[in-house]
């Protein structure tokens, strides 16, 4: 079902930089997409980070992991969340916990969120407990220490490679 054609409130929008793309993400997303007709991924630009990859690159990589998932769909944007959500015609914001301090700044960001699109709402879902501990920082770190089959225990198989080449590993054990 295209997201032009679904209930606002049945289509989410699961925003992120996905740099890199997890399996804590992918569980999210697998759960999410239960939940709602349509998951839009949308893949942020944040000017106050140093990414990994490239906007385009993360946008392709989260096409191709969830390929296998016939409503969820994946595009760029730069600016808020909630403008973004406002543009694809979305009222629901879907979000992943991971930890208290993750509660402490959600919490802030949905109240900011609220009072600048009151007909906007944001659903959490708690991560996996087996991905709960997993972030960005930890993934380059066991990248660059653990090589590729500790990475895989993080990270979709088709993210392993990209990520080793960024970080100048190759394919390693």
């Not at 916990?97 to 949905?110: H, I, Q, V």
Request: net charge negative; glycine share 10%; charged share 20%.
């Amino acid at each position: 079902m295209s997201p032009h054609h679904v209930d606002p409130y049945r289509l989410a929008v699961f925003s992120g930089t996905f740099d890199p793309f997890t399996l804590g993400h992918l569980g999210l997303i697998g759960r999410g997409c239960r939940l709602f007709d349509h998951l839009k991924i949308g893949i942020g630009v944040n000017p106050n980070k140093t990414s990994l990859f490239s906007i385009e690159e993360r946008v392709e990589m989260a096409r191709q992991v969830t390929a296998g998932f016939s409503n969820v769909s994946v595009e760029s944007f730069e600016g808020l969340t909630v403008d973004f959500v406002r543009r694809i015609g979305a009222r629901v914001i879907l979000r992943g916990l991971r930890t208290l301090t993750d509660m402490e700044y959600e919490f802030g960001m949905t109240l900011t969120n609220h009072q600048l699109d009151p007909e906007i709402e944001t659903v959490f879902l708690m991560a996996d407990a087996e991905h709960s501990h997993v972030s960005s920082t930890l993934i380059k770190q066991v990248a660059r220490f653990g090589g590729a089959d500790a990475l895989r225990r993080f990270v979709p198989e088709l993210v392993v490679q990209p990520i080793l080449e960024t970080l100048g590993k190759g394919l390693a054990p």
